[in-house]
């Protein structure tokens, strides 16, 4: 039996006044997910009990590695995905490239999103030419739009116990990263939570104001500016880690070989620490020519592959901007152009889809929440257990679960 899982990036939201009381998900025009719901089963997942996930330890836990035991940061995560080389005692921190006015005070954490690849990749060869740190080396890599990896190297392992300079993320007394609903937009100063990270939270200020002086005259800043638009001129860092976290084989653990398709370095970054091949994607439009292409990876992955993770970023970006009309739209466009015609080109006795989120992002609150997600799972011998529509409203037949038991849940049925 194939098994599929889908995973829409903050999906989830929380009834919108203007659709009647609806969700994003359940205003949207979508029959291709309550027609899976309706001939499966569904749920609700609680993702992290007692605190807003990030999406590295959402996913982490979807894929059942619990992160209070396998979590060792962000950064690491994502350097892997972007194809760095990290080795045990390097410092390496997920990075935005943002916008500030007078230091440190911040315009927009995210240069207003409208930063594209090619704009980040030249920026950041600027910062590795021109920027230096004293006692240590560093390599700062662009990633997909405003999003980016630094990786510092010194003479000693560097310890990476210290606080954030974005200052929309905390580190929760566990260890694990939470968004946060209200913050202070500044850029923030690296303090070191212990003796052994002092060095690290110093170097990190250092190249949070070195690169802050010289991306305020980079000339593609100035062109920016000049065009209307928000200049990236300040790199903010958060979830520090300076070892890769000990992820079991997935496919060894289920007797599954699996594949990822993913859009972002931290979710393929994932799959490759816990031992998935990666089918590559080309870099994400966020929208339907990415579906097409999808599509089309997935039915020929099925070809050699048992199981497959696919993550979809879209309905994320709109949540966080506060866009319900948008997401319910991009909600709606997933399911013609990904989920429907993937229906039409799958055995549903042969194959088990899951669909659910890795966190909530409510346009109310612009960030991630702590509320469960929906999720469902059909095809295959999933029985049918009265649901009607894909939405957060229903525990449906499996009822409320913890997210770190999912994965069990959907290797039994594509068992």
Avoid: W
Wanted: glycine share 8%.
């Amino acid at each position: 039996m194939k098994s599929i899982l889908v995973v829409l990036d903050g999906m989830a939201d929380r009834p919108v006044p203007e659709f009647g009381g609806k969700t994003p998900l359940e205003f949207a025009n979508t029959p291709a997910l309550d027609s899976m719901a309706r001939k499966g089963s569904t749920g609700q997942l609680d993702v992290l009990q007692g605190a807003a996930p990030e999406s590295d330890a959402a996913v982490l836990s979807l894929l059942g590695y619990d992160p209070h035991r396998y979590y060792t940061g962000r950064g690491p995560l994502e350097a892997v995905g972007l194809g760095m080389e990290m080795k045990k005692g390097m410092l390496a921190l997920r990075c935005n490239f943002a916008t500030a006015g007078e230091y440190p005070e911040l315009t927009d954490r995210r240069v207003a999103r409208t930063l594209t690849s090619k704009e980040s990749a030249e920026i950041a060869a600027t910062i590795n030419r021109k920027v230096r740190l004293k006692g240590a080396s560093f390599r700062f890599i662009a990633g997909v739009a405003h999003r980016g990896v630094l990786m510092i190297k010194a003479k000693k392992a560097l310890g990476s116990f210290i606080t954030n300079t974005d200052p929309a993320y905390q580190m929760t007394r566990s260890g694990i990263p939470e968004a946060l609903a209200k913050f202070e937009m500044k850029v923030q100063q690296a303090t070191a939570l212990d003796k052994e990270s002092v060095e690290a939270a110093r170097l990190v200020n250092e190249f949070t104001r070195k690169t802050f002086e010289v991306l305020s005259r980079h000339p593609r800043n100035l062109k920016r500016q000049k065009n209307g638009l928000l200049p990236a001129n300040v790199i903010i860092s958060r979830d520090a880690g300076n070892r890769l976290p000990d992820l079991y084989d997935i496919s060894s653990k289920h007797r599954k070989k699996f594949a990822i398709l993913a859009d972002m370095p931290l979710e393929v970054g994932i799959g490759k620490l816990s031992g998935m091949d990666i089918v590559r994607l080309p870099l994400p439009t966020f929208g339907r020519r990415d579906h097409k292409i999808r599509v089309e990876k997935a039915v020929s992955a099925l070809k050699k592959y048992d199981s497959l993770y696919i993550h979809i970023k879209g309905p994320d970006l709109y949540g966080h901007e506060g866009d319900a009309k948008g997401k319910a739209k991009c909600i709606e466009e997933i399911d013609a152009h990904f989920f429907s015609p993937l229906l039409r080109k799958l055995d549903m006795k042969k194959t088990v889809i899951a669909v659910t989120a890795d966190h909530a992002t409510p346009c109310s609150m612009k960030g991630h929440s702590g509320d469960a997600v929906p999720f469902l799972i059909s095809g295959g011998k999933v029985p049918a257990d009265g649901s009607q529509a894909f939405s957060e409203a229903q525990q449906g037949g499996f009822g409320k679960i913890p997210a770190v038991q999912f994965m069990e849940l959907l290797m039994k049925y594509s068992s």
